[in-house]
């Protein structure tokens, strides 16, 4: 892959001009002379704060995402600097988006953004979820498109919706935007927002409920200029 060469004489370094709301890998070697060096070491991954999403493409493989689960109160969280909008009334099922662990389910790598629905009243009428916050100070968000690789499960056939949302706690406040067609294997959708004039901060995927299950894998996300 591509990086920054950063060379110090000393056992620590501060890093500069880092993104908000992404994963880095460094890698380590030691340099003894100009022809002495060791071999570099294996990955360190850390994240960097939450913060509005000022510089792009932001991409996102779930890979070094924490799985969860279906019940809220064990896994609170989608996932670092992520939201998400459940309302279904059981706990037990308000968990849902979730990140997902199987490689023989996810794109590449060997995790995915899961959605699942089923027509049980304990299950969300409506369930999303919420990308980190654009910082519209700095780019309109009819400048961006976002892409994902995405399938649905053997024949139950439903859409994905794609929109920008205002409020993170207000499903009235998403703004569809598009929506796709899933298939049951994984296909590439990109979904240009240059149609866009609302005043929505958050790109938000949803999943409704219907009358029989509903399934929605999504994996390699990517959220770039046009």
């Known amino acids: 892959g591509y990086g920054t060469v950063v060379i110090s004489n000393t056992d620590?370094?501060?890093l500069t001009g880092l993104n908000n709301s992404r994963y880095y890998d460094v890698y380590?070697?030691?340099?003894?002379s100009d022809t002495d060096t060791s071999e570099w070491s294996f990955a360190h991954t850390f994240n960097t704060d939450c913060g509005l999403l000022s510089m792009f493409p932001y991409y996102n493989d779930f890979?070094?995402?924490?799985?969860?689960?279906?019940?809220?109160?064990?896994?609170p969280n989608l996932m670092p600097?992520?939201?998400?909008?459940?309302?279904?009334?059981s706990a037990s099922y308000q968990g849902y988006p979730y990140v997902y662990n199987s490689v023989s389910s996810a794109?590449?790598?060997?995790?995915?953004?899961y959605f699942y629905t089923s027509?049980?009243?304990?299950?969300?009428d409506n369930q999303v979820a919420i990308?980190?916050?654009v910082d519209t100070t700095v780019v309109n968000m009819s400048d961006l498109q976002i892409s994902f690789y995405a399938k649905r499960s053997s024949s139950y056939v439903n859409k994905l919706y794609v929109g920008i949302m205002s409020d993170t706690n207000d499903l009235a406040s998403f703004n569809m935007v598009d929506s796709v067609d899933l298939q049951t294997a994984y296909t590439f959708h990109e979904i240009l927002f240059d149609q866009y004039d609302g005043f929505g901060s958050f790109v938000a995927l949803r999943?409704?409920?219907?009358?029989?299950?509903?399934?929605?894998?999504v994996d390699n996300l990517t959220l770039e200029l046009i």
């Open 12 to 14: 620590s370094v501060v």
């Open 28 to 32: 380590v070697r030691a340099i003894c």
């Open 63 to 75: 890979d070094n995402e924490t799985a969860g689960g279906s019940n809220i109160n064990t896994y």
């Open 81 to 89: 600097c992520w939201s998400r909008f459940n309302n279904s009334t």
């Open 107 to 113: 794109y590449s790598g060997s995790r995915y953004l």
């Open 119 to 124: 027509s049980s009243s304990l299950y969300a």
């Open 131 to 133: 990308l980190p916050q």
């Open 207 to 217: 999943l409704d409920k219907g009358t029989t299950s509903r399934y929605a894998y």
